[in-house]
Nanobody
Framework: QVHFVESGGGLVQPGGSLRLSCVGSGFFFSTHAMSWYRQAPGKERELVVAISSVGGPTNFADSVRGRFTISRDDAKKTIYLHMNKLKPEDTAVYYC????????????WGQGTQVTVSS
């Protein structure tokens, strides 16, 4: 059974930083590209950034380019989202999934982790 468990969210002031984590299980983690998504209230879920199976970040959303980056630790079956210079519009629930251009497991979303950027 494919599972994703996201963590690390919280309340942060504008301009602050957070690091999110996502553990994936139930599939061959190291051979898959992985992605972070987010869903803000009243909006559709959107792709934030992906990382290839060999570790290269890809597919940055324009709104986060230059502020967010992604990394992976295959030994821990974990990807990370490093968020800097956070803005109120980054407020959303953040999710991860396998795949680089779209979720490979669209029926297996985790619970997500809430990020709130507010003063």
């Amino acid at each position: 059974q494919v599972h994703f468990v996201e963590s690390g969210g919280g309340l942060v002031q504008p301009g602050g930083s957070l690091r999110l984590s996502c553990v994936g299980s139930g599939f061959f983690f190291s051979t898959h590209a992985m992605s972070w998504y987010r869903q803000a209230p009243g909006k559709e879920r959107e792709l934030v950034v992906a990382i290839s199976s060999v570790g290269g970040p890809t597919n940055f959303a324009d709104s986060v380019r230059g502020r967010f980056t992604i990394s992976r630790d295959d030994a821990k079956k974990t990807i990370y989202l490093h968020m800097n210079k956070l803005k109120p519009e980054d407020t959303a629930v953040y999710y991860c999934n396998a795949g680089g251009l779209g979720p490979l497991y669209p029926n297996n979303w985790g619970q997500g982790t809430q990020v709130t950027v507010s003063s």
